[in-house]
């Protein structure tokens, strides 16, 4: 079982910058691989950011390419988003996740395991 927390939201002018962090219970952080996604009002969840377990691979929405960096500290059992140039079509709740299984698609909010409670972002124009 992981307990995941997240913080670091909160409200940003357009163009600036937050870093989320999201804290996990459990001594097999490590092992698991960790995603960020994001929920608008009215609009389905949808992904935002993967890291695999040791920090090696990273993916990313086409959306967030180059403004979103994912990283994770396993000695701290701590997975990170930094977030710049911040728009208003960023505002949100964050939710962080963490898969177990090794195969199957990073993309989709199925195949991961443990969520977070979600984090408010607003982004101001």
């Known amino acids: 079982q992981v307990q995941l927390v997240e913080s670091g939201g909160g409200l940003v002018q357009a163009g600036g910058s937050l870093r989320l962090s999201c804290a996990a219970s459990?001594?097999?952080?490590?092992?698991?691989?960790m995603g960020w996604f994001r929920q608008a009002p009215g609009k389905d969840r949808e992904f935002v950011a993967f890291?695999?377990?040791?920090?090696?691979?990273?993916f990313y929405a086409d959306s967030v390419k180059g403004r979103f960096t994912i990283s994770r500290d396993n000695a701290k059992n701590t997975v990170y988003l930094q977030m710049n140039s911040l728009q208003p079509e960023d505002t949100a709740v964050y939710y962080c996740?963490?898969?177990?299984?090794?195969?199957?698609?990073?993309?989709?909010?199925?195949?991961?395991?443990?969520w977070g409670q979600g984090t408010q972002v607003t982004v101001s124009s």
């Open positions: 996740a963490a898969r177990t299984r090794a195969v199957g698609s990073y993309y989709y909010t199925s195949q991961y395991d443990y």
């Open positions: 459990g001594r097999t952080f490590s092992s698991y691989a």
């Open positions: 890291i695999s377990w040791s920090g090696g691979r990273t």
